[in-house]
DNA sequence: TCCTTCGTGAGAGTTGACTCTCATGAGATT
DNA sequence: AATCTCATGAGAGTCAACTCTCACGAAGGA
């Protein structure tokens, strides 16, 4: 029933791990209907054993999902000469987004999932906060240091903003293409950006 | 099979549809599950007549929702006389929230659903949209139409930060309590109405 | 090599979201 | 009152998310 502990038969649990993970991230890359029933299948694993190693569905395309993301500094890597924060974050949204936009579907499976059952959010998405985190670097001495409770609230504005649910907020309740959705998003989080630069200019 | 159209026994349908409407709120009311089981049971009615009157879940709760929220003019009767559409924004993101935040459990389920499912989005949640319509409307006439773009943009950036799923971003991701998530949100609609206006000014 | 351990598969079971069919019986029509 | 109509209930069926049990069989140690 265990599994996972760090006994024996070692080799064999990861190969098993790492082939549910695998077939979840295919499944993912394909477009094909998320299931458990189907990464089970793709995985040639009972969905018993699927459920052995995940909890639920949406930890298995968590961490599928988290391993097809790039580090923050690799992303932004494009900006990396930058010490414009608002250029940083702008990009940051604009690669997120676009990226959720690839793989929507696993993705709106997922947010569905952690916004019936809050308490199961164990892995949080550590994608978006890593690239907003990494995106402000740069005021992390200055505004960070001089008004850390305004810097964290500008954490929390684009939280909200820098995500999936506002992707899906713009797509599906304002009626916006996928490009025209990235672009709102992205000038929202410029915006906010820009409001607290300014306060320390 | 069809039901709902207007031709013959129109009050006994009318009657059926409001007792399923009720029985929803009923169980929103109380924070009791919200699923459609429970609800046709509440009604006193079978599960099959629920699914003919509401394509599915999300619809019903959605349809009982609405009836709960006062109109927008009504909700923000309090800042009628203010002319300040950042105090006017903030009050009706906070009230939004507050009123999500004690339906939670409906909400969560509403937006799971259409999450998973954007095509079957028909009765869009007119709540936020009003609120936010209504409590621009000081700048209707200057910001609407001096910069049109500007204007709409202004009501993309609110509709995603005035919203359920940011308040659920607060909480659940950013861990937030529910007191200092609406503090945030509110904050940051304020932040960016305050930027939209500083372009008129 | 024997034997214990334990990862795994098979399968049954539960619940909720839906879908579909069929018989019933109350309402409307004449 | 006789009849036609149609809203409704009952129930079976599908699918996915899980949960649980039980038996198999290979890995690993003695």
């Known amino acids: 029933m265990t599994a996972q502990a760090g006994t024996g038969r070692t080799n064999q649990k990861q190969r098993t791990r790492t082939a549910i993970v695998a077939a979840a991230r295919d499944l993912i890359g394909t477009g094909a209907e998320v299931t458990m029933p189907a990464i089970a299948r793709a995985a040639l694993v009972s969905e018993a054993t699927a459920y052995r190693y995940f909890p639920d569905l949406p930890s298995l395309i968590s961490e599928a999902l988290a391993g097809v993301w790039p580090p923050p500094a690799e992303a932004l ?110 000038r929202t989080a410029a915006t906010l950006t820009e409001a607290a630069v300014r306060a320390i200019a």
């Open 77 to 186: 890597a494009p900006v990396a000469d930058s010490a414009d924060p608002v250029e940083r974050v702008a990009f940051a949204c604009e690669f997120l987004l676009r990226g959720i936009l690839a793989r929507q579907g696993s993705v709106r499976a997922m947010i569905a999932a952690t916004i019936t059952r809050p308490e199961t959010v164990t892995t949080r998405p550590g994608i978006r906060f890593g690239l907003i985190d990494h995106a402000l670097l740069p005021l992390e001495d200055t505004l960070g240091a001089r008004d850390p409770d305004g810097f964290a609230q500008l954490k929390r504005d684009l939280a909200v903003v820098v995500s999936a649910e506002a992707l899906f907020t713009l797509t599906d309740l304002c009626g916006l293409d996928p490009d025209e959705a990235i672009t709102s998003a992205v």
